[in-house]
């Protein structure tokens, strides 16, 4: 038994369904309304539809001699007082601006056709010429549609279809490249050309113009034509999509035969074969398709066709569907839906984090569930949207934890004005900012990208609020943190822990649970002016409990090990010369730092023999002296100083000696 393949993608894609269609609306209009319908080129490559139209009456203008021909025409001289409309269909490869010029002053109502992948090209072009950078398009010079894409050019543009040709007009190549191509041309040569140029340029921008469902075709063909014994293309010989499954398909199967209807198929061919693959052309009309079909098949073409339409009732908006993802780009995800056309998923309808690329998170070939949004986007292919399916199941499990107080966690999207948002599973939860934390939070960027845990204590899916609350878990830490930190410690303890604001009178420290604070006397046994100049917000530091108040602590760096009375009475016993710094002055003399912790008074009536009237006309702050210690009281830590104690005994080691008169007698 022999099967037979036909592949989804065979026959018309949209934009040539498009315009054939218009094509056929136009002639039954034309009826009522009293009208000539013209088309601007072959409405499609097809010989059986293009010859159905002209029995209908449709007449073809070719190319542009053509027009020209039909306004010098004796016809047209007349036009412009005849009583006959004339509507012109511009078909799905479109044309170039000045055609439309032409028309329009010929008097023809232009109907628009051009399919919306190729009239984006358009507007690429254009916007891109205008810029002043070079256009280079990719294929068949000759082509309509490239003919039709060069007409929005502002500048020459350069059309190559190979590697070779993209070298030899190397020299026409500016500063700035735009790389656009023919929506039918073979997307692995448009690749291969695309790494050319990024090779040999830098500056060139490239704009993946293939037709998602010509890019599709051609996989599908490709595919399809490495599992069978012989392959049948179908499709019109002008048909430049069509060369392009011919070549493709030839390539994975030698068996392989182009054929334009029934007629052209030599039956004998496909005896021996067990199985046979057919595509088409996206200008090959389902009847020739189903001729072809049929005559090789026990399954008829109506049989397929009720399948297909069987599955494509499935396909409407708001209906959930399970589809492959079978392409990704940063900005959007293709996905085979097992309909007539591909589902799109675009950055917005897949996840509500802002900017995300696509082709981190979905790779070719997952399974994915989605929603219909539309089953025609305005290009022919059915919107979808992955959130609002994640959101639904979302929106369950929040309401779930909203009832049982559940913790959740979840990423932070957005820092808003007012609060914080995050995604649960693509459904939003706002935070407002007065129950992000216990305490103010003035900046509320440091949340960016950071899980954070949260309990829902608003959940309205109806009017989307769904509010979260942070708040309420800090705070429950922190009183749990506090239990922990006060059942722990004691006077005495030395404890490690982080400065968290540092005032004029000290600092406080985060110890895990509360804050312990480091007033400025209790920071050095020495003397503190300022406590910036000695920590900072964030420092590590290792302090003791000095007392415990309630729920105040009291802390100290003050260390008995290191308190510097404890060997004072040797270093300045009585007697002993010391150097050191003025610290302070008072009206009754100076104090001197020996060392952190250690002051000594120098007594104004100590500094000199000489009579001094205050310390401020001698000394001056951290001005540094040395005196004799003159008197030392451990227990009341204080120690006396004089400068006056050295100047008597300088002085008395200065004295001379009693002079000694030796009497000298001459001889």
């Known amino acids: 038994m022999r099967e037979i393949i036909l592949a989804k993608t065979a026959g018309f894609c949209f934009g040539v369904k498009r315009a054939v269609d218009t094509v056929y609306e136009q002639v039954e209009k034309s009826k009522i309304d009293n009208f000539e319908v013209y088309t601007y080129g072959p409405i499609i490559h097809n010989e059986e539809v293009v010859s159905d139209l002209e029995s209908k009456g449709v007449t073809i203008i070719q190319d542009e001699v053509d027009l020209d021909r039909y306004i010098s025409s004796e016809e047209s001289k007349e036009f412009g007082d005849s009583s006959t409309k004339k509507h012109i269909v511009i078909r799905s490869h479109g044309t170039g601006k000045a055609i439309y010029d032409k028309l329009q002053n010929a008097g023809f ?29 990719v294929g068949d010079e000759n082509h309509p549609e490239v003919q039709g894409i060069k007409g929005w050019c502002k500048n020459e543009p350069v059309i190559i279809d190979s590697i070779e040709k993209a070298e030899k007009n190397a020299e026409k190549y500016g500063d700035n490249i735009a790389l656009v191509s023919q929506t039918t041309f073979n997307s692995i040569k448009f690749k291969d050309l695309v790494e050319f140029f990024r090779k040999k340029y830098y500056n060139v921008t490239v704009y993946n113009t293939i037709c998602n469902a010509t890019e599709e075709r051609q996989k599908e063909a490709k595919k399809l034509a490495g599992l069978v014994d012989t392959m049948v293309v179908i499709g019109g010989k002008k048909s430049s999509n069509t060369q392009k499954l011919y070549e493709i398909s030839k390539n994975e199967c030698i068996n392989t035969y182009f054929i334009q209807t029934l007629v052209d198929l030599d039956l004998t061919v496909i005896e021996s074969a067990k199985r046979v693959g057919i595509t088409a052309g996206a200008s090959t009309p389902n009847h020739i398709i189903k001729e072809v079909h049929d005559s090789m098949s026990e399954l008829s073409f109506e049989e397929l066709l009720k399948q297909s339409e069987e599955n494509e009732s499935k396909i409407k908006p708001g209906s959930v569907v ?9 900005e959007e995800i293709i996905v085979d839906i097992q309909y007539k056309a591909d589902g799109i998923i675009t950055r917005n309808e897949y996840s509500n984090t802002p900017n995300i690329d696509l082709t981190t998170v979905v790779n ?46 979840a990423k932070v999207t957005q820092v808003l004005e007012g609060g914080l948002s995050v995604n649960v599973e693509e459904c939003k939860v706002f935070i407002p900012a007065s129950l992000v934390s216990d305490t103010y939070e003035k900046n509320l960027d440091k949340f960016m990208d950071q899980e954070i845990e949260f309990v829902i204590t608003e959940f309205n899916p109806k009017k989307r609020r769904i509010i979260g609350n942070r708040k309420k878990l800090v705070a429950a830490k922190k009183a749990e943190d506090a239990k922990k930190l006060f059942d722990s410690i004691k006077v005495g303890d030395v404890v490690e822990g982080t400065v968290k604001n540092v005032t004029a009178f000290g600092a406080f420290i985060d110890l895990g649970g509360a804050d312990g604070l480091l007033h400025i006397s209790e920071m050095s046994w020495g003397r503190i002016d300022d406590p910036k100049s000695v920590l900072k917000v964030g420092d590590s530091i290792k302090t003791f409990i000095k007392d415990i108040n309630g729920e105040k602590i009291a802390l100290s760096l003050k260390f008995d090990d290191a308190n510097p009375w404890i060997a004072a009475a040797e270093k300045y016993a009585v007697g002993t010369e010391v150097t050191g710094k ?36 001698v000394f001056k702050i951290g001005q540094e002296i040395t005196a004799k210690v003159v008197d030392f009281k451990q227990e009341d830590k204080k120690i006396s100083l004089s400068i006056k104690a050295m100047l008597k005994e300088e002085v008395a080691e200065e004295a001379p000696a009693e002079e000694v008169v030796e009497e000298v007698t001459e001889e």
């Open 109 to 137: 109502e232009i109907i628009e056709a051009t399919c919306p992948f190729v009239k984006k090209i358009h507007n690429i072009v254009l916007d891109e010429s205008e810029k002043g950078s070079t256009i280079v398009i």
């Open 322 to 330: 399970e589809g492959k993802v079978i392409g990704v780009k940063p």
């Open 364 to 409: 070719v070939g997952d399974p994915i569930t989605v929603k219909v949004i539309k089953t025609n986007d305005g290009e022919g292919q059915v919107l979808l949207s992955y959130k609002k399916v994640a959101a639904e199941k979302s929106y369950e499990k929040l309401e779930e934890a909203f009832e049982n107080e559940t913790v959740l966690k």
């Open 582 to 617: 003025v610290a302070r002055m008072t009206a009754f003399g100076a104090f001197i730092e020996l060392e952190p912790g250690v002051d000594a008074l120098l007594h104004v009536s100590q500094i000199s023999n000489e009579h001094v009237e205050k310390p401020e006309d």
